[in-house]
T-cell receptor, first 112, second 111 residues
Framework: DVKVTQSSRYLVKRTGEKVFLECVQD?????MFWYRQDPGLGLRLIYF???????EKGDIPEGYSVSREKKERFSLILESASTNQTSMYLC???????????FGPGTRLTVL | AQRVTQPEKLLSVFKGAPVELKCNYS??????LFWYVQYSRQRLQLLLR??SRESIKGFTADLNKGETSFHLKKPFAQEEDSAMYYC?????????????FGGGTRLMVKP
C-alpha cells in the first residue's frame, strides 16, 4: 500500500513568513508532485520532480519553490507567504509508465 | 495543451436516483482518462480509469472519443457516494505520469 505523508494537516502562518511543507513517500516512486486545491478551480500543479535534484515548473509556480534532495522527500517552500496562498496543498507520487497518482492527506495552510 | 472541463460544480440528487457527472476534455491525441474521488476528511484516491473498463462501487464511465467526453454514471445513488469528484487526463506516451485535472464536481446525495 502506497504511503504518502505530509508534515502537517493544518498550518497557520503570517504574511511574509517562510513556510515549508514536506511530503514523504515510501514506495520508491520517481515522480512527485505538489498541487494546490481550491474550490471551483480543481487541482492546479505547482511543481513536479521526476528525479532527485530535478524539478519542473507546473502551471502556477509563482511564489513557490521546491527541493528534492532525497528520492522519498519533496518539499514545497513559500519564500514569503501571502494571503492569496491560503489553500489546501496536496502532494502526490507516481511511477512511469503507470499513470495513476497517489495522494497525501493534504495540508490546509492559512496565511493571516 | 490538454484541458479538462467539469461543467457542474455541484450536483444534488436523492438517494436511489440515477447520477451522471459530466467530464469533457480537449486533447489532440489518444488520452487516458481517470475519475478520482475525495470523500469527506479522506485523501484523494483513484475511483476508476477508462482502460480498465471496470465498474467500481457501481460507477461506470465510458470514453466517447467523438464527443471527447468521459461522463461518470451510477444508476442508483447512495448517500455514501456524497463526495468531491475530479476527472483527470493523462496524455499519450506520458513521461513523468502527468495528470491534468478538471475543476471538480461536488456530489450530494440526499436521503
Amino acid at each position: 500500500d502506497v504511503k504518502v505523508t505530509q508534515s502537517s494537516r493544518y498550518l497557520v502562518k503570517r504574511t511574509g513568513e517562510k513556510v515549508f511543507l514536506e511530503c514523504v513517500q515510501d514506495m520508491d516512486h520517481e515522480n512527485m508532485f505538489w498541487y494546490r486545491q481550491d474550490p471551483g478551480l480543481g487541482l492546479r500543479l505547482i511543481y513536479f520532480s521526476y528525479d532527485v535534484k530535478m524539478k519542473e515548473k507546473g502551471d502556477i509556480p509563482e511564489g513557490y519553490s521546491v527541493s528534492r534532495e532525497k528520492k522519498e522527500r519533496f518539499s514545497l517552500i513559500l519564500e514569503s507567504a501571502s494571503t492569496n496562498q491560503t489553500s489546501m496543498y496536496l502532494c502526490a507520487t507516481g511511477s512511469t509508465p503507470y499513470n495513476e497518482q497517489f495522494f497525501g492527506p493534504g495540508t490546509r495552510l492559512t496565511v493571516l | 495543451a490538454q484541458r479538462v472541463t467539469q461543467p457542474e460544480k455541484l450536483l444534488s440528487v436523492f438517494k436511489g436516483a440515477p447520477v451522471e457527472l459530466k467530464c469533457n476534455y480537449s486533447y489532440s491525441g489518444s488520452p487516458e482518462l481517470f475519475w478520482y474521488v475525495q470523500y469527506s476528511r479522506q485523501r484523494l484516491q483513484l475511483l476508476l480509469r477508462h482502460i480498465s473498463r471496470e465498474s467500481i462501487k457501481g460507477f461506470t464511465a465510458d470514453l466517447n472519443k467523438g464527443e471527447t467526453s468521459f461522463h461518470l454514471k451510477k444508476p442508483f445513488a447512495q448517500e455514501e457516494d456524497s463526495a468531491m469528484y475530479y476527472c483527470a487526463l493523462s496524455p499519450y506516451n506520458n513521461a513523468g505520469n502527468m495528470l491534468t485535472f478538471g475543476g471538480g464536481t461536488r456530489l450530494m446525495v440526499k436521503p
